[in-house]
């Protein structure tokens, strides 16, 4: 583990690691905000951020302005790349398939099956490193945008009992009925599209064994609502379930992290009462 | 003019305009930050911000996280880029000289002097185009980082009774005794030191005939403290003069935009409350 990047920010400490990770076989990087309980050694709540396509874990700790709010709350916020990078690491010259866009699951296909670890990473190696090295107890909390909202929502979903809260910005809610996430479960999971339903939040709200309250925000001028996003899937399907859900439409928000940031403060509360962070 | 960006942003919205500058002949963005009183076509007080080297208008309103408090005192907020750029434009292969490294001069020497005219373009290009375009009121008020920081410095004391406040981050308070500046201003104002001084806050200080409080926010972990921006040298011209400054050390903080973020907000709010925001 090597600190690569540290800063004052807030009262507290926004740093960059890096490690060789055993899930992807490659150095990953990660962010994480220390809050000032945590600088002062006391032990604080995490939660888990997941970026989106194309983004690396610069993203979210330069842009999002989450840092006021986990301050405030004493929130950890841990956000790692999005996928295994490197030259010996298979890659697409698509911006959504390969490297920046490992969409939160563990691939089974060649090439994708050797570095494509993100699930074992982000739920299993990335938590135990956390709190080993950091202040940080075991209450967990996660939330992401759009590719990471995804993760964010089927994580949580597929790992009851892991993780306290849940939140999502302009998720991508039903990669199993839209262009980028069929194009990325056929590549990394294969053609038995029964394996892709496991890594679909719909689908698995449906199934779900525990009602985590799920709270998303989705911008009405996005560009990729219609076809990509469609959180009104999320909406029926939590309806037909009795899943509890917050799914707020904000008019005239896009898909950039000025919609992101405009609503950070609310998630970031949602989160803390959860994790009971203050 | 010609919008090239428009997202909303706490209830504003944020946009990114080009257009023909008159001052530097090239084409020139900047950043305008639209409060929520703004967009409903009601005039507002503008704060301009002046980035630092190597930036351009995309630096501030992607990292300073100052949307939320202009949208809370219902400022407009105007981020111009740090100096002309084309293929046309004289530059220089380091990062402190040329092509986002303005200086908030108007150069007078070759090769500069042609298109590096942004004293002209801070103070009366750019607020004219606002004040025609936009529903922005008289009142101004100036801050900056680094570069920009001697830029709202000198241009707010050089240019009495237009702006009504005024702060800066980390600013070069006296370019004609550390390096950045020496190199600079010999490029663009030539060898004549007496010429330097006019664009130097440590000297104009000693003469300025207003006394607008200066607002200064410095990290005491910046790498470039000692060598490039040297505040003691302000605190002792301002003692000496009689001008009222308020300097903040503050501990750990470096000079990155985590600094500039952490104080956002105590520096809009010096700035709403000058330029009677609300």
């Known amino acids: 583990m090597q600190r690569i990047e ?3 920010s807030f009262g507290g400490r926004q740093e960059v690691w890096q490690h060789a990770s055993t899930s992807t076989g490659t150095d990953m990087k990660f962010g ?3 809050p000032p309980k945590a600088v002062a050694g006391e032990k604080c709540p995490v939660l888990y951020w997941l ?6 874990e610069q993203n979210f700790i330069t842009k999002a302005g989450a840092q006021q709010f986990a301050a405030q709350h004493n929130l950890i ?5 999005t996928s295994p990078r490197g030259e010996g690491v298979a890659n697409d010259e698509a911006y959504d398939l390969g490297q920046g866009a490992g969409f939160y699951v563990n691939a089974t296909q060649a090439p994708w099956a050797q570095h494509f670890r993100m699930e074992d990473y982000v739920v299993d190696e990335l938590p135990a490193l956390i709190e080993q090295h950091f202040p940080a107890n075991p209450m967990r909390g996660i939330s992401g945008h759009s590719m990471g909202g995804h993760g964010a929502l089927t994580l949580a979903l597929r ?13 991508i809610v039903a990669p199993t009925q839209v262009p980028w996430g069929q194009k990325a479960l056929k590549a990394y ?3 038995d599209a029964t394996a892709w339903k496991q890594h679909d939040a719909v689908e698995l709200v449906t199934s779900a064994t525990e009602r985590l309250p799920l709270l998303v925000d989705q911008g009405d001028a996005d560009e990729f609502l219609v076809n990509q996003l469609k ?8 309806d037909r379930a009795g899943h509890p859900l917050t799914l707020r439409m904000q008019p005239g ?8 940031a405009s609503f950070m403060g609310d998630h970031m509360a949602h989160h803390a009462r959860a994790l009971k962070a203050g």
């Open 159 to 171: 790992h009851p009992g892991i993780y306290k809260s849940v939140s999502a910005f302009s998720p």
């Open 189 to 191: 999971l294969g053609d």
């Open 6 to 8: 540290h800063h004052a």
């Open 32 to 34: 994480i905000y220390l």
């Open 231 to 238: 959180p009104e899937l999320l909406k029926a399907a939590c």
């Open 77 to 81: 916020v841990v956000a790692p790349d």
């Open 253 to 260: 928000y896009d898909h950039s992290y000025y919609f992101i």
């Open 51 to 56: 970026s989106g396509l194309t983004c690396t």
